[in-house]
């Protein structure tokens, strides 16, 4: 799950009235009209595919904003190794996240990731990363970037 800083910096970028929306609300309490949806959550509730597929039948004509948490961060990995499981459901990395919106009935237009600035730079590697009672070991810059990524930000429309 994605942390309240993360929440409050994607938030501050709407305009007020925005509607907001939790995966685990369901996709019944959205609001048909509204232009657009920004939502949080996917990698929290079991058939992220079919919640998709709802808020695109829902809000046909929305563009929709997704906060989604990396599964690849170090902190998250960390807490992972140490018994915290990082999502209730199914947690998402990059990879994924495109061929997942597009099965819903989204064309996402842009996945932005969002970094974690406390984590060393991809130019670093090699390097090992402390992360709770787990020491990373990351050897090469690739590497690093995708696990810098707290979140992405995914920018889709309806197909």
Known sequence: MTGP???R?????FPAGTVFANAAEGAGAL???????LLEGLDDIDDPRAFLAAVRERMPHARLFALVANAAHLPALGAFYAGVAPAAAHPLVHA???PLFRSG???TT???????GALPPPEAAPVEINAGAIIFQIVDAAMLERARNAAFFVVADPR
């Open 31 to 37: 609001d048909a009209t509204a232009p657009h949806v």
């Open 110 to 116: 842009a996945i932005t990731p969002i970094v974690d």
């Open 9 to 13: 910096a994607v938030l501050a970028n």
């Open 96 to 98: 994924e996240i495109e």
């Open 105 to 107: 009935g989204w064309q």
């Open 5 to 7: 800083d993360i929440r």
